[in-house]
Structure formats: C-alpha cells, structure tokens
T-cell receptor, first 114, second 109 residues
Framework: EAGVTQSPTHLIKTRGQQATLRCSPI?????VYWYQQALGLGLQFLLW???????NRGNFPPRFSGRQFPNYSSELNVNALELEDSALYLC?????????????FGDGTRLSIL | GQNIDQPTEMTATEGAIVQINCTYQ??????LFWYQQHAGEAPTFLSY??LDGLEEKGRFSSFLSRSKGYSYLLLKELQMKDSASYLC??????????WGAGTKLIIKP
C-alpha cells in the first residue's frame, strides 16, 4: 500500500513569491492535514480537510490556504512568501475522523525562502 | 486553552530504560498518540491509548491515566537508533490532534 506522497521534495522561492505544495493521501483516507515544522521546532497545525471541506485551521495568516480535491488529494498554497515561512511542510492523512486511527505522514516538502 | 507538556530533552545510555512523560489539558479526550521523529524525517506512529493502562508493543510501552491527564512512553533495551524526538498528541472532543513540542532523546554509548 502506497503511503502519503508529497511533492515537490524541495522548493526554493524568493520573498513575495507564491508556493504550491501537493499531497496524495493513503488510498481510502478522506482526511488530510497540513503542518509546518520550522527547524528544531515542533509541529504547528495549519489546515485539516475532510471529504473536500475545510474542518479546521490553525493560527496562521490567510495567505496560507488550501483545498482538497474530489480524489482526496490536497494542495497547500502560500502567498506573499516571507523568510520565516522557511520550514518543512508535512502532510498527513487518516481515514476520516475515526478516533482510533493515527495520522500517517508523508516525507514533507522543504520550503526555503531566499 | 489546550496544552500538552513534555520534557524538552532527555539523555539515556544504550541498553538502559527511559520513560518519557506527557501531561495534557484538552477540551475532551478521544485518545492519545505517541510518534517518533528522527531529525529531518517525518513522524512515524508508535502507539495509541484510549483506555487507562499499559499498552505494550515490543521494546516500547505506553501508559495512560485519563483521570490524571498523564501518559508515558517507556523504551526498553535502548539502541542508538532510538535517538530521536518523541511526540505526544491528544485527540480532543472535535477530533483535532493537539501536539506536544516533543522530547529529544539522546542515547549515549
């Protein structure tokens, strides 16, 4: 069974540009979660999508947005990039809101802002 | 507010036993998860507790006390490859996962 896949692996942008990160969940998983992890720090929750709807978002500005497609894959868009957006962006998936199922993570996209 | 506390860093010796504690205050409780994260890699799922007591899985065990808002992860027969960060996460009443900042475990020979 294929795991969560994310693309691209690395992304280099400059301040003010826009970035799009992609995630394909495990087959059968309807929930997708996005996290930001700055170097040496913990996971910061960004967004949660389930069945195509945004269920919750973390304490991030509106320039962080996303969507979930009918096939449950997801995109994270970051507009007007700032230096502090440099981080590892992790996507995770789970089979909806079934409480005993863990989130499974992809390998992440490392975003570097120059 | 919701809060999860873990020690920032712990050091242990190869072959020994280490216990990583996690205390939580959340809006409701729908299970507690432990993850392992090696530097530069994605977190991987280790264990899940929803009822009080001990869950054992090989060298790793996880304990939960809901009345005390407390969990621990016990690692036995430590190996160098166990050097990693260990993340505690609680699923609240809205099925949102609330994450601790993680405990960096350093294993010395």
């Amino acid at each position: 069974e294929a795991g969560v896949t994310q693309s691209p692996t690395h992304l280099i942008k400059t301040r003010g540009q826009q970035a799009t990160l992609r995630c394909s969940p495990i087959s059968g998983h309807t929930s997708v979660y996005w996290y930001q992890q700055a170097l040496g720090l913990g996971l910061q929750f960004l967004l949660w999508y389930d069945e195509g709807e945004e269920r919750n978002r973390g304490n991030f500005p509106p320039r962080f947005s996303g969507r979930q497609f009918p096939n449950y894959s997801s995109e994270l868009n970051v507009n007007a990039l700032e230096l502090e957006d440099s981080a590892l962006y992790l996507c995770a998936s789970s089979p909806g809101t079934v409480s005993n199922q863990p989130q499974h993570f992809g390998d992440g996209t490392r975003l570097s802002i120059l | 507010g919701q809060n999860i506390d873990q020690p920032t860093e712990m050091t242990a010796t190869e072959g020994a036993i280490v216990q990583i504690n996690c205390t939580y205050q959340t809006s409701g409780f729908n299970g507690l998860f432990w993850y392992q994260q090696h530097a530069g890699e994605a977190p991987t799922f280790l264990s899940y507790n929803v009822l009080d007591g001990l869950e054992e899985k090989g060298r790793f065990s996880s304990f939960l006390s809901r009345s005390k808002g407390y969990s621990y992860l016990l690692l036995k027969e430590l190996q160098m490859k166990d050097s990693a960060s260990y993340l505690c996460a609680v699923r609240d009443s809205n099925y949102q996962l609330i994450w601790g900042a993680g405990t960096k475990l350093i294993i010395k020979p």
